[in-house]
Structures are given as C-alpha cells and as structure tokens.
C-alpha cells in the first residue's frame, strides 16, 4: 500500500487531468492481477465492487477507538489534527507512531491483502460483528508502516479518497493503461457494475465479454441548472425534450425475469419500503433497466417529498402506511431493454423504445414528454414551468433529444428548471448542542461544498438549526454521536456524510467560513438520504447563485 500511497499522493497533487491519467495508468501496469482488482477498485470509490450489495459498516466511533488503542493518543490531539486537515484519514496520519518494537509477525499492507481483510469485514454478522470489525480495523492500523500508508488505510475504510479522483478518470486511465478503446472501458464499468472486473478484462482484451449485469446499480445521469427567467441561451441551435422535475426519490428499477430491485442515488436497495411498486414492475413482461422518481401521489398529484419521508424510516410499511401515502415510481428514461444496452442511444430513441415496450399500471407510470424544436422562446420555457408547478412538481427538465446516457457527469445534455428561491445540498461536518429544550440534542449544524467538480475538499459555507422535526433531531443525534471526530462535549466534528438540502435568503461574501461566502438565514428544507457525498453541490454552483442574484439585483461585481 506504499505505492498505493505514493500514486495518489502524485494524482492529488497533479492538477492537470491528462497527467493524472497518465500516472496512474503507470501505477496500474506494475500490479499483479489481484492488486490490480483490488486497487481499482479502491480507486474508483468501491472497495468491494458496486455490484457487491455488502456494506464495511465501519461508524467512525469503532475507528477510533482502534486508533487509540494502536497509537494511545489523547482527544485533544485528535482534534487538533483533524482541524488541521479537516480529514479523518490525514488527521490519523499525523498520530501515527511506529511501535516501539517490532512485532514478530507484522503484517505489510498490499492491495490485495487490504481488500481480503475488507471482505471478512463485510462478511461479519451476528452478536459478535462489532467485536470482529474493530479488530479488523485494529488489524490494518497495526499493518501500516508510514503515515502515508496509514492516511489512504483509513481513506479507503471510510470510502473517501479526497484526491480528485472520478471514476471517470480511472477508466480513463485503465484505457490508457492496456491500450484499449476510452469509450469501450466506459460501457463494459456500466454494463458490469464493478470496476475491477473491467480492469482485468481491459489488460486480457475481453471487454467485449462483458454483459450487462441487472440487480447492479449503474451510475446516475446528472442535470446542470439553469437560471430561471433567463433568456435560455443554452436552448438554442438542438431540439429539446422537456418533462417535469419531480420532487421525490430519484431511483434506478432493476427487473429481470420476476426479479424486482430498486436502488437510490447511493445505491442503496430500497424496494422493501416501496412494495407496491416493486409489484408493478414486477408486472410488466419485458425486462429492464429504467431511471425514474419515486414520487409520493394523491388523487393524481404529486406531493412534495415531504410525504415520502415517514416512508423512507419503514422497510416494511404497513398497508395503512401505503394508503396513507401512495408513491408511484414515474421512468423517464431506459438504460436498458431486454438484453440490450442503451446508453449509446439518442433519449429520442429511448423514450420511444420505452413507450412502445412498457404499459403503465398502478404505481408505475411514463413521465409525459414534450418535444421543444430549436431555438425554444422564454415564453414557451414559462408555460411548461408553471404547467409542471400546477401538477404539483418542483420545475423542469430539459434534455436534448440527441443525449446519449452519460452516468455521473453534469454536463450541458440535460438541464434543470427550479423555483426562483435557490437551494444547496450540502454535507454536514460538525454539529453543536442546541439551546433551551434542545439543549440535550445536536440540533446546530455546520455544513460544507465540495470545492470543486473535481477536487473534494469540503468548504464550510454556513450553520443552520431549523428545519428539522423532534424525531428528525434525535435520530441524527444518535448517529452523530456514533460518528463523532474528536472535538469538545458540545460541539465537534463528524464524518461528512449526512447531506441536507440548504434554503437561503441570499448569499454573501463572507472571511468567516474558507468557501469566502456565508448564507443569510440559511435553514434546513429535508435531509437527503438520497444523494451521496460527491453528488453536493460545489463551489462553483454557490458563485453561480451569487452572480445570479447580483444580475436580478442589477448590480455589477
């Protein structure tokens, strides 16, 4: 893991994308086949492979603890390091102590023997599986011998590399490295769901082998925004289709004979909490891949997301849950039908495959489409705004006709049309005791954007304390306890991973948090279990919003 190490180092250090690839396309040439699976995936964010359905279940609390018990340091040194770094991983780093005598069956950390300890991790279970995976943790601690080892051992345990790294760029590399076709590389990751296994074909040269893989999820498709009320220049010189912005669960329907899965943004199988849609999928005769949204529906509206989140607490919901709040899942698009693979294909061409080989029924539905020719005016982008809004959505979304399915990419195929009142998803990264009834809860959040598209560092950009229900509070009280990072009694750092939807007056700049801008006002509208961490919202999109509501303002930077 030395190497391992080193390269990243390197690639986190390279700010040029080209450079990037080209070392690690380097690195990844040197490894033996197990390294090389192992490695790769490590890289592309997945320890055990996308298409594995097992969890590390490694809370930052069992972490720790290993921590202390390898390296025996106090909490105030841990929290000085951590915010020194603002990175769990650097932040152990700087307490790594060599042992004072070597141990006479130290272990060396490899790719291949990390990844082997990482599956006996998540293999665990019963009474006994907390006890067994802070050894494990305990285990690689005592293996690493440099801190820089140590940094990326907990890099990985935490699933966070903070290299600006996108799977994009290790397929890119992985092409670069065997010689083989980018586009090729990036199809065969879609179609297996584990980076690894595309790795190995891409050095064998049997990409082609690789068939699509149902019950594996597949990267989402992603919108850029648009200002509202704006001229809509992006339109111009492409046809557009246009379909409304739901305000629900952005899912994945997996069918493949009687088999039904659903996943979410963060790949997690939800189709126990939605049965009723699991059946109606389960219903139709083809067999499929479909992107959609999960919306909560009444009397043939939607409802806002609100509605869906007592559903979201159930793996089980009763048949009164169910009737209370019906949920639907609307497909507006097909990754796949039967056997074949359509992300190379023209959205015009899926939308049509997908309305002539689906019948809606029950809690399955087509999203309605609508064609926009070139050059679409303001006033027509408008009418089907307010049209959206009047079926009780969030606004709309226009992609163009011609868009292939670019999984985890914002780019300028598919647009996004919200409400005037401007948003942010953010990640939470420490939180503080509230005040009077609150003050036995962590009611007081600090939250943070990514720094860029490519660059994961967290930039804290306010703290809000509304928003949230009781029952929300205490909950996320229990889980921030349990992953809490150093810090005093009644405020610390956490592990940046719970994500919360950000609604604001206006933004300002501001010296007081590293973004260089505060939220006036800011206020929790819904925590979004639905997203991932490397899905929030970045630097770019807050200086975005700002210049936005300077040009409304009419005042010049």
Request: charged fraction near 25%; glycine fraction near 8%.
């Amino acid at each position: 893991m030395i190497a391992f190490a080193a390269v990243c180092d390197a690639v986190a250090a390279t700010p040029a994308t080209l450079l990037k690839i080209e070392r690690l396309a380097g690195y990844l040439r040197s490894l033996g086949r197990d390294d090389l699976n192992a490695a790769s995936r490590f890289l592309g964010g997945d320890p055990l492979g996308a298409s594995d359905a097992r969890r590390l279940a490694i809370g930052g609390r069992t972490l720790l603890n290993a921590a202390h018990r390898v390296w025996a340091f106090d909490d105030e040194s841990l929290s000085t390091a951590y915010r020194a770094t603002g990175d769990l991983g650097e932040a152990l780093a700087r307490l790594f102590r060599e042992p004072a005598a070597p141990a006479l069956f130290a272990e060396t950390l490899t790719p291949a023997s990390l990844a082997a300890i990482l599956d006996e991790i998540a293999s665990v279970g019963g009474a006994a599986a907390g006890k067994k995976r802070a050894y494990a943790c305990e285990r690689i601690l005592r293996a690493c011998h440099t801190e820089r080892e140590t940094a990326y051992a907990v890099k990985i345990l935490t699933g966070d590399l903070r290299i600006g790294l996108r799977e994009g760029f290790v397929l890119a590399a992985i092409a670069a490295a065997f010689g083989r076709d980018a586009a090729a590389v990036r199809r065969a990751a879609m179609a297996a769901g584990d980076i690894g296994a595309v790795v190995l074909a891409a050095r064998e040269g049997t990409l082609e082998r690789i068939e699509l893989r149902f019950g594996s999820p597949i990267g989402f498709m992603l919108a850029s925004p648009m200002a509202f009320e704006s001229s809509y220049r992006e339109l111009d010189g492409a046809t557009w289709i246009a379909d409304d912005k739901y305000d629900g669960i952005r899912a994945q329907a997996h069918k493949r004979g009687t088999e039904v899965r659903l996943f979410s943004r963060t790949f997690s199988d939800i189709g126990r909490t939605f049965p009723e849609i699991v059946s109606a999928l389960a219903r139709q005769a083809a067999d499929f891949i479909l992107d959609g949204e999960i919306v909560a529906r009444r009397d043939g509206r939607s409802l806002p997301f609100r509605y869906l989140q007592p559903r979201l607490q159930r793996n089980d919901p009763s048949a009164g849950m169910q009737d209370e709040i019906p949920a639907a899942f609307v497909a507006f698009d097909a990754i796949a039908l039967g056997r074949e693979f359509l992300v190379d294909r023209t959205l015009a061409e899926r939308r049509s495959l997908l309305a002539a080989q689906l019948a809606p029924g029950g809690a399955f539905e087509l999203a309605p489409a609508f064609a926009l020719e070139a050059n679409a005016t303001p006033e027509l982008v408008r009418e089907l705004f307010a049209a959206a809004r009047e079926r009780g959505n969030e606004g709309l979304m226009l992609k163009r006709a011609d868009a292939p399915y670019v999984p985890g990419r914002r780019g300028k195929w598919w647009l996004k049309l919200k409400r005037e009142l401007s948003t942010l998803d953010c990640v939470v990264v420490a939180v503080e005791s509230g005040h009077g009834k609150r003050a036995n809860v962590l009611s007081d959040y600090t939250f943070a954007v990514r720094a860029s598209a490519e660059r994961d560092e967290l930039l804290t950009i306010g703290k809000a304390y509304t928003g949230l229900t009781d029952a929300e509070i205490a909950t996320m009280t229990e889980w921030f306890l349990e992953h809490r990072i150093g810090g005093g009694r009644r405020t610390f750092a956490v592990e940046p991973a719970i994500v919360v939807e950000i609604a604001f007056d206006i933004i300002q700049k501001s010296s007081l948090h590293p973004s260089g801008y505060a939220l006036r006002f800011p206020r929790i509208v819904r925590l979004r279990p639905d997203k991932r961490v490397d899905e929030i919202d970045t630097l770019d999109d807050v200086e975005r919003i700002y210049r936005e509501m300077l040009e409304r303002e009419g005042v010049e930077r």
